[in-house]
Structures are given as C-alpha cells and as structure tokens.
C-alpha cells in the first residue's frame, strides 16, 4: 500500500492525508471525493479534491510537469471549507 499525497501549498512539500491505496493508475477510484487533512509540513488544515492527489514518490514528476501554483486552486491557501462556502 502507498500513501496518498498532495502538495502543502504553503511549503510546496508533499504531505501524506492519512490514506493509503494501491498504487495503480486507478486509485482515485478507491478514495473518497474530497476531504481534509492537519499539515505536517506547515500545520494548517488543507481541503483536497481526489482528483488533485497525488501518489507518494510521484512528486518529482508533478513538480516537472507545471509546478505547484498552476494547478492548485485558491481555495487551497485560504483555509476554508469549499463545501461550506
Ligand atoms: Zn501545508
């Protein structure tokens, strides 16, 4: 099993969100839609969609392909819930 990523907005580093898949090409299919994970890296809670998680170990290829600011939406540097808003 392999933990599921996303990239802390706020240090750019890759932070685990507590759930571990399979690693196939299809593991968003086994996670929920979205949910919310306690930063390790800067200690703020951050609002993640499956669709922008990332595998651990993938990282390397996430950053070359764009970097971290293209792809993350806004939502994600001001801490609130998308669903509540
Ligand atoms: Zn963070």
Redesign the pocket.
Same mark, same amino acid.
Not at 8 to 11: H, K, M, N
């Given at each position: 099993m392999t933990n599921v990523m996303i990239l *802390?907005?706020?240090?750019e580093r890759p932070?685990p969100v507590g759930l571990q898949v399979r690693p196939t090409r299809r593991y968003r299919s086994d996670l929920p839609q979205s949910g919310s994970v306690r *930063?390790q890296? *800067?200690h703020?809670r951050?609002y993640w969609d499956r669709r922008e998680t990332i595998l651990e170990g993938a990282t390397a290829s996430w950053r070359r392909d764009g970097g971290i600011q293209a792809k993350l939406p806004a939502r994600y540097l001001l801490g609130r819930d998308p669903i509540q808003s």
């Open positions: *802390c907005p706020v240090t932070v *930063c890296a *800067c703020r951050h």
